[in-house]
T-cell receptor
Framework: DGGITQSPKYLFRKEGQNVTLSCEQN?????MYWYRQDPGQGLRLIYY???????QKGDIAEGYSVSREKKESFPLTVTSAQKNPTAFYLC??????????????FGEGSWLTVV | RKEVEQDPGPFNVPEGATVAFNCTYS??????FFWYRQDCRKEPKLLMS???SGNEDGRFTAQLNRASQYISLLIRDSKLSDSATYLC??????????FGTGTRLQVFP
């Protein structure tokens, strides 16, 4: 079945460590996104990519990095510079033309906890 | 002022009740509006788009009021399975999606 796969689902990180969250999609979507969700808050955009080898900062990009070497893959690295990384991370993709709500698909999310 | 605002709830209602949520948005140039449903510890899923003329999907009715800049979601005959957080989503500048913080609904027997 077509969809978006995020891994790992649960991840624990020690302070000072970098971690990478994987996101793979087989929907042939050009655009991919990373969001962060904190308890009681809405989704906030970290980074997005509208085409291979290109990506843009979202609203809260500090302390994060991404790459888009393949259309199917958009990994997110949470660096040690991110001061409060504990959160629920959601990867999404959409068809060309932008992220209208009825054309965006989410992965199941990754829970990152700093210990 | 937040770009998209919702009452966080929780709204606790008995089965069979009718419940309504509102969501206000600040950008009068917004073009697209949606309601998403998010279950606990899960990803958001599209519930329905919101059209200017209002639209209905079974027990769910969505409406848009551009003059007052709000959208609403009405759920009739609430079921236990409707318990979730309902996210209001609006497109902002350059078609960017803006998510509300969500309204939590708890339906009890």
């Amino acid at each position: 079945d077509g969809g978006i796969t995020q891994s790992p689902k649960y991840l624990f990180r020690k302070e000072g460590q970098n971690v990478t969250l994987s996101c793979e999609q087989n929907l042939n979507h050009d655009a991919m996104y990373w969001y962060r969700q904190d308890p009681g808050q809405g989704l906030r955009l970290i980074y997005y990519s509208q085409i291979v080898n290109d990506f843009q900062k979202g609203d809260i990009a500090e302390g994060y990095s991404v790459s888009r070497e393949k259309k199917e893959s958009f990994p997110l690295t949470v660096t040690s510079a991110q001061k409060n990384p504990t959160a629920f991370y959601l990867c999404a993709s959409s068809i060309p033309g932008g992220a209208s709500g009825n054309t965006i698909y989410f992965g199941e999310g990754s829970w990152l906890t700093v210990v | 002022r937040k770009e998209v605002e919702q009452d966080p709830g929780p709204f606790n209602v008995p089965e069979g009740a009718t419940v309504a949520f509102n969501c206000t948005y600040s950008n009068s140039a917004s073009q697209s509006f949606f309601w998403y449903r998010q279950d606990c510890r899960k990803e958001p899923k599209l519930l329905m788009s919101v059209y200017s003329s209002g639209n209905e999907d079974g027990r769910f009715t969505a409406q848009l009021n551009r003059a007052s800049q709000y959208i609403s979601l009405l759920i009739r005959d609430s079921k236990l399975s409707d318990s979730a957080t309902y996210l209001c989503v609006v497109t902002g500048a350059t078609d960017k999606l803006i998510f509300g913080t969500g309204t939590r609904l708890q339906v009890f027997p």
